[in-house]
């Protein structure tokens, strides 16, 4: 089975969905949600068709733990490789040796072939919640009582290129109270307005001359969120600097359920602080730099004028950028984003 052929029985967003809440999880890196999904569908699939030969797509459900299925390391490496350049039988195996360690399968062989038997408990899928009735709150980020839980927050982002996850969140916090003391215009918070809990945050970073060749080069060399060097690729520019032509939209995030409703406010929000920065700050900024370290902000990039520049050679990730101007024109009331 390939993945058109998955597809027919998950659907894309329902497997992006699955794949996303996976990766919360200490140790899943998205390569290896990825296969977990995959693999998950399939089993499904195999075992709904051994009772029910006329089977059709999509699924209702998938297959729970109480079953246990036939799986070759030919059938996996088809599952975990046939969209990638590179997967052997053998790959495919150590992937499944992997996805056992961490819990996530019972894998015995019984001398002619390897079974598998899914682990999943509630933890694994995603649960339907529902956003609180109480009006989100756009604010200024607190140092003192935002930077731990923005800092879980968007570990998430980096848990699937990062083994270090147990510090990463530690590490995040110190880094975003050091630039809210260099320069808090630029960090704002989606709150909620019941307990004030942060839900989504931006960083927009006035970036001196001398870091923006950085947005030319390999882009896992701005890499500072989720890396263990000490130092900052990025230098901050300090108000007043009219040589500073650069914003780096270096943290980007809103919790999936919020998203509907408020995507549109909080980019509308970005827009008024480039141009309280612009007016107040850095008269010459016209230029507009993200990295795009997470397959979900793709598409809300694309949707607003950014147009990608380099790629990594090593890591998924790349540089994209806007016009300034451009984007603090933009309608976005008009504005339809997936």
């Known amino acids: 089975m390939d993945t058109t052929e998955l597809e027919a029985w998950l659907c894309e967003e329902e497997q992006e969905a699955l794949i996303n809440h996976l990766g919360r999880r200490v140790g899943l890196t998205r390569v290896r949600a990825e296969c977990f999904v995959r693999l998950w569908i399939y089993l499904t699939v195999k075992d709904k068709q051994k009772h029910h030969?006329?089977?059709?797509?999509?699924?209702?459900e998938l297959l729970d733990t109480s079953t246990t299925v036939s799986c070759t390391h030919r059938e996996a490496a088809t599952l975990f490789y046939s969209d990638k350049e590179k997967g052997s039988d053998r790959a495919a195996g150590m992937m499944l040796d992997q996805l056992a360690a961490l819990g996530l399968i019972e894998k015995s062989?019984?001398?002619?072939?390897?079974?598998?038997?899914?682990?999943?408990?509630?933890?694994?899928?995603?649960q339907k919640q529902t956003v609180a009735p109480q009006p989100l709150i756009i604010d200024q980020f607190d140092p003192r009582s935002d930077a731990i839980p923005v800092a879980t927050l968007l570990a998430q982002n980096y848990n699937w290129m990062n083994r270090n996850c147990e510090t990463l969140p530690h590490r995040i916090s110190r880094l975003l109270r050091q630039w809210s003391r260099q320069y808090p215009k630029g960090l704002r918070v989606l709150r909620r307005s019941d307990n004030g809990h942060p839900v989504g945050f931006y960083l927009l970073y006035p970036t001196a001359s001398v870091s923006e060749p950085m947005f030319f080069g390999a882009p896992s060399k701005g890499l500072h969120l989720s890396s263990m060097q000490a130092v900052d690729p990025f230098?901050?520019?300090?108000?007043?600097?009219?040589?500073?032509?650069?914003?780096?939209?270096?943290?980007?995030?809103?919790?999936?359920?919020?998203?509907?409703?408020?995507?549109?406010?909080f980019l509308q929000d970005a827009q008024k602080t480039l141009i309280r920065m612009q007016q107040e700050d850095f008269p010459n900024l016209c230029d507009l730099y993200t990295l795009i370290i997470h397959p979900n902000y793709e598409k809300l990039a694309d949707s607003l004028g950014f147009h990608r520049m380099s790629s990594d050679p090593q890591l998924s990730i790349y540089w994209m950028y806007q016009a300034l101007d451009r984007f603090v024109a933009l309608d976005l009331s008009d504005h339809f984003l997936d």
């Open 109 to 126: 062989f019984d001398g002619n072939t390897t079974n598998l038997k899914l682990k999943v408990t509630p933890e694994l899928t995603p």
């Open 53 to 60: 030969p006329n089977l059709q797509p999509p699924l209702r």
């Open 235 to 265: 230098q901050i520019a300090i108000p007043g600097d009219k040589d500073c032509f650069a914003v780096f939209v270096r943290s980007w995030m809103i919790e999936a359920q919020y998203q509907p409703n408020y995507q549109i406010p």
